[in-house]
């Protein structure tokens, strides 16, 4: 797959998520807005390199100089839809897990987050 097709679609989606979660603050859904924070924050830390221990503590880097700046991975829409299913799959765990403590309204709470996080799929 080409690299720029690669990279438009984790921007494309974080895109649509930045606009959708202005909307969401400007009409005060809050929790939609923090569900929105947290898919753009997965998609970012999905596209953050590995570390390597060695590699950080061994590293010293003159402060402003850029030495520390690495290329973010660049994911394509099977990866993008993966993370997003992985937030989904997170949530439904944690919902199933409230159910079984008793805890109906944080579980019912955390399928309405999944509802918003199934828009993003189509």
């Known amino acids: 797959m080409d690299m720029d097709k ?17 909307a969401a603050m400007k009409d005060r ?17 999905a596209e953050a390199p590995p570390t390597q221990k060695e590699e950080i503590m061994s590293s010293l880097h003159r402060f402003r100089s850029g030495s520390a700046e690495v290329e973010r991975l660049l994911l ?14 997170e949530r439904e765990l944690a919902a199933a897990e409230f159910d079984r403590l008793e805890k109906t309204v944080r579980a019912a709470a955390l399928r309405a987050e999944v509802a918003i996080v199934r828009r993003y799929l189509a």
């Open 29 to 45: 859904r809050s929790g939609e807005a923090d569900v929105l924070r947290s898919l753009v924050s997965a998609i970012d830390n």
């Open 76 to 89: 394509d829409g099977a990866q993008v839809r993966q993370v997003l299913l992985a937030e989904i799959q």
């Open 6 to 22: 690669r990279e438009d679609a984790a921007e494309a989606m974080k895109t649509r998520l930045r606009a959708d979660l202005r």
